[in-house]
């Protein structure tokens, strides 16, 4: 994950970032989740400072340095679970017009789980003393018993090194790279990863094939070669490091993946995992916006909201992009990228059209199921309307005394290849047209035996909590209404 704060968002290798005000102090921060061969996991946290945004200030010894002062706290629902507060100091120069960057490492040890990483940041020797604060949900720890590749940390350099300290892992010191985008400048990509409990699959002592390479999901595909593809033997165990470099000097300007691929000797692959980067290289190739996107990238709002009402058919990675509150710190030349390579990763030929197809749902689900304060797209029934079409069936009953205003949505058969497929929403308000999704039979989708035993609370709740269904005393059946739509 990659944040650079201060407050810009980017695509990341495993989420989101955060640019600055003119005059801010600009301090990025990315972060990755191992676990030790006992079983202990851990997170880093890494730190870039940008050196001329910060003040540098005489010291005693008649030199010029900056810090950034840092608050680091992990929560677990509303408690603290662990904290650092801490001062980030630059090299010390001669010359006060020399500002260079800076980094920190910072490791903490965690139980498996889900954390809210709460973040501060200011610069103490600057005049207004701002502080920049955030937070972000983050994963610590993987599986025990089944195969996996670790987070990435991304380097600026690596040497070998016997000198213990945070930036010492597997013999190396290892310099993070904490930026979303690579300039063309930068040759080669250096990262660094781990995969868990290969041994589980081949056999302690048994040999894994790893392969990394350079992907394009978008348009423009890459043809892949020996120039972005590498691959290594490497022996099975629970822990297996991987420090490796990629070219990425020919990579035209786009978006990319960095695909990690462990292979048994049978060929087949026993885990993988992707991580997202963008290339700035127009010496060898410009990747244009088409023209007719251009109308709704000119105004930020437009744009902005274009790209929220894509979070209804975003896979998990873009969903963590587009539902950002932070969403409006983004440069506007990254929020047209993102938003362009979305819609030409689904359809190469005529994003534009796949786009405005869609755009034209969003506008039906805003009309039917917009409620005071929140847009259609984002209700239970304008996502499932986005995500998987128009229903087949659609009962909707507002008027049985007995029961709450619901509906009922039947899908003869999905994308996805599931069939006969129900949704049910329902309101206990219906002044305020706002339903959720009680219930679904659809994979993945919130499952309540006790639906119609909601529904029928309105009554008042039976005596029997184990209850799933309900007599209409009313001559109504909701039971046949769902299994028999009309």
């Excluded at 100091?89 to 020399?98: A, H, K, Q, Y």
């Excluded at 999704?437 to 039976?462: D, F, I, K």
Aim: proline share 6%; hydrophobic share 35%; charged share 20%.
């Amino acid at each position: 994950m990659r944040l650079k704060i201060e407050i810009l968002l980017i695509i990341l290798f495993s989420g989101w970032a955060i640019p600055s005000f003119a005059g801010n102090p600009e301090t990025f921060l990315n972060f990755a989740s191992f676990t030790t061969p006992t079983g202990q996991n851990y997170f880093e946290t890494y730190l870039s400072v940008v050196g001329n945004t910060f003040v540098f200030k005489k010291n005693a010894n008649g030199k010029y340095g900056a810090k950034a002062h840092i608050t680091l706290v992990f929560k677990i629902k509303d408690s603290v679970y662990a904290a650092a507060n801490f001062n980030v100091l630059s090299p010390e120069v001669s010359d006060s017009s020399i500002k260079p960057d800076f980094v920190d490492v910072h490791r903490f040890m965690l139980p498996k789980g889900e954390y809210t990483l709460l973040f501060t940041f200011d610069d103490p020797n600057g005049a207004a003393h701002n502080k920049i604060s955030g937070k972000q949900t983050v994963h610590v720890g993987y599986v025990h018993d089944s195969a996996s590749v670790s987070d990435a940390e991304f380097l600026q350099s690596y040497s070998p090194s016997a000198r213990p300290g945070p930036y010492n892992k597997c013999g190396y010191d290892m310099i993070p790279y904490v930026f979303a985008n690579y300039p063309a400048q930068v040759k080669k990509m250096s990262f660094y990863c781990e995969i868990y409990n290969s041994e589980k699959f081949v056999g302690q002592g048994g040999k894994i094939n790893v392969e990394y390479s350079v992907e394009s999901p978008g348009a423009y595909s890459l043809e892949m070669n020996n120039n972005f593809l590498r691959s290594v033997q490497m022996n099975a165990d629970t822990v297996v490091p991987l420090l490796a470099q990629v070219p990425i000097d020919n990579l035209p300007t786009g978006s990319y993946q960095l695909l990690v691929k462990v292979i048994d000797n049978k060929n087949h692959v026993i885990c993988k995992r992707a991580f997202d980067f963008t290339k700035e290289n127009p010496g060898v190739k410009s990747t244009r916006i088409p023209a007719g996107f251009a109308v709704y990238m000119m105004n930020r709002d437009t744009l902005e909201e274009s790209i929220r009402c894509l979070a209804p058919i975003s896979n998990s990675t873009e969903r963590a992009y587009v539902s950002t509150d932070s969403l409006k710190w983004v440069p506007m030349p990254e929020l047209k990228r993102f938003f362009y390579y979305f819609w030409e990763s689904r359809d190469s030929l005529d994003p534009l059209t796949a786009w405005q197809k869609y755009l034209d749902n969003v506008m039906a689900v805003n009309n039917s199921f917009n409620v005071p304060g929140i847009k259609g797209y984002k209700t239970d029934r304008g996502r499932v309307y986005l995500q998987y079409g128009a229903p087949s069936q659609r009962v909707v009953e507002k008027n049985n005394a007995s029961t709450y205003p619901y509906e009922i949505w039947q899908y003869n058969r999905m994308a996805d290849g599931q069939t006969n497929t129900k949704f049910v929403f329902y309101t206990r308000s219906i002044e305020t047209n706002y339903y959720v999704l009680l219930h679904s039979t659809a994979t993945g989708e919130v499952q309540n035996p006790q639906w119609e035993v909601v529904l029928y609370s309105r009554l008042g709740t039976p005596s029997n909590l184990d209850q799933q269904t309900i007599s209409d005393r009313f001559g109504e059946d909701v039971n046949d209404q769902f299994n028999n739509p009309h």
